[in-house]
């Protein structure tokens, strides 16, 4: 391969990878996620719960989509669907605190639960194919580059909307 075109490629994935790391810290469980559900609930269980989900989403459909996964030949359908199932969650996420207001209800409580559960496996289904595509795009010796290039640009990007959120 050219050293264009492997210097194109790398650009290329780091900046989808910063993108990614923007749009997860705005959505960061420790932060933005509990300072909303302590608005919504007002219940420390909660914002427990929401930490909790988000990790165990990411982790759990990992040990069975690897092996569907490796199973097929292209892996970008799979991360595609991720994408955009990611994007629809937090798209319902977002209606549900515009609907509900200054007090919400148990089922506009209970729907963001469900929502953000799905946000969470869907990332998990989806970090696999990621992972797979990246390390047969990106040379050995390149890709710390490409990890710390994209978590702090994508951090970064989203640090000056922080206080706003």
Not at 27 to 56: C, E, K, W
Request: charged content about 15%.
């Amino acid at each position: 391969m050219r050293t264009r075109e492997r210097t194109g490629r790398f650009a290329r994935i780091a900046t989808a990878g910063a993108v990614f790391q923007a749009g997860a810290a705005a959505v960061d469980s420790g932060t933005i996620m509990a300072s909303l559900v302590h608005g919504l609930t007002g219940s420390s269980f909660a914002v427990g719960a929401v930490a909790a989900i988000a990790r165990y989403g990411w982790l759990f459909p990992q040990l069975f989509v690897a092996w569907f996964a490796q199973q097929r030949r292209r892996r970008m359908p799979i991360y595609a669907l991720g994408a955009f199932g990611r994007v629809a969650c937090l798209t319902g996420v977002a209606g549900i605190v515009l609907v509900a207001g200054s007090t919400p209800t148990s089922g506009t409580i209970l729907a963001f639960f469900v929502l953000w559960t799905l946000y969470a496996f869907v990332g998990g289904i989806l970090a696999v194919p990621y992972n797979d595509i990246l390390t047969r795009s990106i040379q050995s010796a390149r890709a710390p580059a490409n990890s710390g290039s994209r978590r702090r640009i994508g951090k970064e990007t989203v640090c000056p909307a922080s206080p706003i959120s």
